[in-house]
């Protein structure tokens, strides 16, 4: 994409740059730039590289039964595409969500996931797992079961496809959800698509860890194996973005996940801790 897109993005849609406090963020690398329009309304102008989002925006956004901004316009060309979307409230600091917040998340995610899955929406294949020397590395200090867990990867991951596959967020957690109006509203989309609800739930928990947050989510198999597989593969990657804290949280989650996982039915007695 080339560095002028956004700013010839900015001209076409009429909308200037404004202030915000605070670090805006996308897992697809896409950027997102506070903006006013050109009738004075605040708005969010998202630099993406693909045309995902769009596509969920012209052909999904009015049939999912959860909030989403409104598209207020876009520009596409070769370069990348540039989306003009509503400013549909503000996030809330995971630490400030009350019960009353998460239990109106699940049942928007509980929605999401039941609506019928459209045809054409797979979701983008999962991130490649860090090395295997990274993974030691980050946690043969700090998991004693790391090796029965890695014994059992095939089980592991097999498992959080154990739920049948449905239309879900893909990048669900709590910077990626504002609040308007007494509603939530869902935002970024690129990651979206029909694939394993355990994700959403798993995504939510591993992204509150770090601050010291416990969501609080009845999770079955699925969903246990698919946090722990995203702790054991992926956060290695990120651990160095992280404080020493964060990183302790994560670790120590770790543990919990991994004594209810190899305690659980169906784990080889062979494998299980003593």
Sequence with gaps: MRPDFTSEAMRALRVRPRAIAGRLESRSGAGVHP?????????FLKVAPGTRELRFYQELSTAVP??????????????????????AGEPLDVTQWTPALWAALFRDL??????APPAGWATPDDPPPAAPEMVRAFWEPALPQLDELLSGT????EARSATPPAFIHGDCHTANITHLDGTL??????QAGVGRPAADLALLSVRATP????????????VVAEELALLLFQWPF????????????????????ADEWLRSPGTPPAARPG
Excluded at 68 to 83: F, I, K, Q
Excluded at 211 to 222: E, M, Q
Excluded at 242 to 257: C, E, K, M, S, V
Aim: proline share 8%; with cysteine; net charge negative.
């Design 35 to 43: 903006v006013t329009t050109a009738d004075g309304a605040p708005a």
């Design 185 to 190: 509203v869902f935002c970024d989309w690129q």
């Design 66 to 87: 959860v909030r989403t901004p409104d598209l207020l316009g876009h520009v596409e060309s070769p370069d990348g595409v540039a989306l003009l979307l509503e400013a």
């Design 154 to 157: 095939d089980r592991l991951i």
């Design 110 to 115: 509980a929605a999401l996931h039941a609506m």
């Design 211 to 222: 601050a010291g947050v416990t969501v609080p989510i009845d999770a079955g198999p699925s």
């Design 238 to 257: 990120y651990a160095a973005w992280n404080t020493p804290d964060g990183n302790a949280r994560i670790q120590a989650r770790a543990r919990t996940l």
